[in-house]
């Protein structure tokens, strides 16, 4: 059994797997089907200031090894969340991170000031790159002045370990992860949703609401890999990778790219319990290889 | 769960059985399943199929397709022995009437017929006398009639008139009749116009929504539907909802 104990700026996990914002509800969804004591954490759904519906249905097309969705960011608000939902998963065995996004920086301050009080929460993604909401993420997260902007205002409004999550639709995914890294960041994560669309041919219609939406699944992985790769070779933080892990060989890859931790989104659908057998399948490549830690091949890339 | 049966029905649906070595877990009507399709390269996310019904004796649980595209077609090729992973059972279910007097009036278009057949069986069950009422384009998609007629009165509409009365399900003569209540699964509009026919009758109607899924299990929001308090998840909120509750323009 070799050390799967990894650390993110100042927080601790058992593991190196943890689930993606978006695609594991608040954990609770998850329950019926694995044990969540057993994953590094958790990164809850997107978490607004206020309530959001989301966008309109349909939201979600299939398409060659992966999927479009655009839900939109609903969810019922922050203050829900700690009244509601907080109180139901706060003593899981697992660091309970919860995604924070706004389309202003106030708002994303208010957030994150209101989830900075609540013991059991070790840390927040910032969201500065959902690509669904219209006048949103999008604009912080593909600049970098946008994104060192929204980063320095949390810094000084949250205490605890800070991941910035990136958007892949941007030119030089380096220098916007070196630009939040200057301004305090712990961590990036990366890679949020490829903007994609759908079309119909038969009814000359596009498949989503919204017209365009985030691509996730399989057919994203090389692109993520590729940024992974490119991003944890420039910065000194550690770099969460995801984008189309469905596997622990998957998962290998993002460390040996340089991925401390990593997080599984869209495999969660079709294998709800995939993120604990990632966690053994780690393990077992690790035992086969002969390395006695994680840290044996975050980065070791022959290349 | 491992096929134990595949009966073609008509030219587009088939009739799957699954057996497990384990006893099955309680399955209310209404519910559904997730399965995931192996070996169909085109296939990404499981597909959502409503639970058809669930014979207790054989440990045997029905479902009921219609080929539409790949998923589907793969499997109609299912055979005997072949072992599906499956996610069950998933959503809440239709609610049970408060009497057993209650007329009651199941309507089903096309394959949407197929959760109907495990709550007439229930119903039938807790002593009611349930009536059904089919449609289809064309006496080619109606299936399992010997089954529903186990469980009470049928009633059948075809667009083309090759069986029963000629039209759409609500154009049929046993709606002239006192109704307490319906179920109802089908095509949206089908089920849009037989919530309006509810609606002007005040009947209380429940509708089994087909919304295009992700997970199935209230994780990623994708299935939504409208609804007077707001979006809800067809998978885990539904997918039967009180047709009142929905936001729909009828
Ligand atoms: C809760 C629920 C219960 C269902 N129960 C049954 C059932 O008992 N029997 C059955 O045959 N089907 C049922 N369906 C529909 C079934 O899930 C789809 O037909 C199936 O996913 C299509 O997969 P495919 O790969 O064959 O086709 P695809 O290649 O995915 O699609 C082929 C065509 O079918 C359409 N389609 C895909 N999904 C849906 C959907 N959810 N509703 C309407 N049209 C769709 C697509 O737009 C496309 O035009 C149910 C759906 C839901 C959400
Ligand atoms: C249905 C769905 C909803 C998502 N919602 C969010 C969200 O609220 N916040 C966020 O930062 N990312 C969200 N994402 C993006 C995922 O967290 C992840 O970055 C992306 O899906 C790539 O990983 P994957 O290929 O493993 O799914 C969502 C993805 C999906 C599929
Ligand atoms: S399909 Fe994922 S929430 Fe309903």
Known sequence: MADLKIRIGELEFKNPVTTASGTFGFGEEYTDFMDLNRIGGIFTKGTTIRHREGNAYPRMAETPSGMLNAVGLQNKGVDYFISSIYPRIKDYDTNIMVNVSGSTIEDYVATAEKVNELDKIPAIELNISCPNVKQGGMTFGVSCAGAAEVVRAVRKAYSKTLIVKLSPNVTDIVSIAQAVEDEGADSVSLINTLLGMAIDAETRKPYLSTITGGLSGPCVKPVALRMVWQVAKTVKIPVIGLGGIMNAADAIEFFLAGATAIQIGTANFIDPAISVKVVEGINEYLDRHGYSSIYDIIGALEA | ?250
């Open chain 2, 1 to 250: 769960m491992v096929v134990s049966a595949n009966i073609p029905l008509g030219s587009s649906h088939f009739l799957l059985k699954f057996t497990h070595k384990e006893k099955l877990p309680e399955m209310l009507p209404g519910q559904f399943v997730q399965v995931r399709v192996d070996n169909a390269p085109g296939v990404f996310l499981r597909r959502p199929i409503s639970v058809n019904f669930v014979d207790k004796q054989r440990n045997e649980l029905w479902l009921l397709v219609q080929k539409v595209g790949e998923g589907t077609r793969k499997m109609s090729e299912y055979k005997t022995g072949d072992v599906v992973n499956m996610l069950l059972p998933l959503g809440n279910s239709f609610t049970m009437p408060q009497s057993t007097q209650s007329r009651l009036l199941l309507v089903g278009g096309g394959v949407g017929i197929a959760p109907l057949l495990y709550m007439g069986s229930l119903l039938k069950q807790q002593g009611c006398n349930p009536m059904f009422l089919l449609g289809a384009r064309s006496a080619d998609g109606l299936m399992q009639i010997d089954d529903f007629k186990q469980f009470g009165d049928v009633f059948i509409t075809t667009e083309d008139g090759s069986a029963g009365e000629k039209g759409f399900v609500t154009q049929h003569s046993i709606l002239q009749q006192h109704i307490d209540k319906i179920y109802t699964c089908g095509p949206t509009p089908m089920m849009q116009a037989v919530a309006r026919f509810a609606q002007n009758n005040a009947i209380e109607c429940e509708a089994s929504l087909e919304n295009k899924m992700a997970c199935g299990f209230g994780a990623c929001l994708c299935c939504v539907t409208q609804t007077q308090s707001g979006h809800k998840c067809v998978c885990s909120e539904g997918p039967v909802f009180n047709t009142k509750e929905l936001s729909w323009q009828i």
